[in-house]
């Protein structure tokens, strides 16, 4: 979609609340706190409540994570309608190697402690699992335990293996993705399926592209910072956002994102950083 069109949908007034609208109609917000290394139940609990108290809607999880039951406990606790928040998560690897999806699954919702998971993904491609494991996912969502389910980590390769035998294409496909690793070939084959895209480690992990010099320049020429310039870049490109901090500074820095546009100029330059560079694992190559 063209910079334009994008940066119409996001008035101040609706900020944290804008969404996407999946395949499946159901609404995602764009922006939302991620809590990958956020350790125990207790400290993950004290920031979704934070993040939540500062507009926040929507918050990414998984099993593998470890702090489930204090995403549930601050989600059920927010004092905002259910429905108003979406919550992810994810099965991990080793469920979908012994075909224990639907029973993760449940392990899951219980832990969060909800009568369902807004978004419920595959959380890597295991080889050989994918048809299967993808047909768990069609179940629960039948049943309506969870709103919408996709995928995270599928690579072309992986999506084609999935889409010859589903009835159910992606909602989302959640992957790593930031300036430094744009994976356009992918993004594309996404785009022209309906998958939403969904960036993990947007910030590339807080390393050295907050210190790149383009970037730099771009935030100083809209009194931003750099963070709020990539994030500002994934969703007014379309791309769904989930940043992670643990800091209070930090979550109301990544959430003002709303109030500036880059300009089509400024879209280009972001466009020319991507060097094919990851901090994660890579899909096609994994080991766990
Ligand atoms: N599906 C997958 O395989 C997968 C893989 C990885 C991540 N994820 C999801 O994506 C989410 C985000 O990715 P991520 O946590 O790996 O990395 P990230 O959001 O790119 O970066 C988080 C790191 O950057 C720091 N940070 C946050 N905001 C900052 C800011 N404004 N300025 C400077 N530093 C800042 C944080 O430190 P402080 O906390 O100290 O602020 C933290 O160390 C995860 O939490 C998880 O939900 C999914």
Redesign the pocket.
């Known amino acids: 979609m063209p910079a334009a069109t994008l940066s119409g949908l996001f008035p101040r007034t609706e900020g944290l609340r804008a969404t996407v609208t999946l395949n499946n109609g159901v609404r995602m917000p764009w922006f939302g706190l ?4 956020i350790a125990g139940d207790t400290n993950t609990e004290m920031v979704v409540r934070m993040a939540l108290e500062h507009g926040y809607r929507s918050v ?3 099993a593998l994570y470890g702090n489930e039951r204090g995403v549930g406990r601050a989600v059920r606790g927010a004092g905002v309608p259910r429905e108003q928040l979406f919550v992810t998560t ?1 099965v991990w690897n080793d469920d979908m190697r012994r075909d224990r999806v639907e029973l993760a699954f449940d392990q899951s919702r219980r832990r969060l402690g909800l009568d369902y998971v807004d978004l419920f993904l595959l ?2 491609p295991i080889a050989g699992k994918i048809t299967a494991s993808w047909q768990a996912l069609e179940k629960l969502h039948r049943a309506g335990k969870v709103k919408a389910i996709g995928v ?2 599928f690579m072309p390769k992986h999506l084609d293996e999935l889409l010859a035998a589903a009835e159910v294409v992606p909602a989302v496909n ?1 992957i ?1 993705f930031h300036p430094y690793l744009q994976s356009k070939a992918l993004a594309d084959y996404c785009r022209a399926k309906g998958i939403q895209l969904e960036a ?7 390393g050295a592209l ?1 210190q790149d010099p383009a970037l730099t320049a771009i935030a100083a020429a809209h009194g931003k ?1 750099v ?1 709020q310039v990539i994030l500002r870049w994934d969703i007014q490109g379309g791309v769904v956002t ?6 209070p500074r ?1 979550l109301a ?2 959430a003002g994102i709303f109030d500036f546009s880059l300009t089509d100029a400024e879209m280009t330059t972001i466009a020319a950083l991507d060097r094919n560079q990851r901090s ?1 694992a890579d899909p096609y190559h994994f080991n766990f």
């Open positions: 991620g809590v990958f290394q990414d999880t998984a994810k959380h890597w995270s980590n959640q790593e993990w480690s947007p910030l590339m992990q807080g907050l910072t963070a989930i940043p992670k901090s643990v800091q930090r820095e990544n994660g």
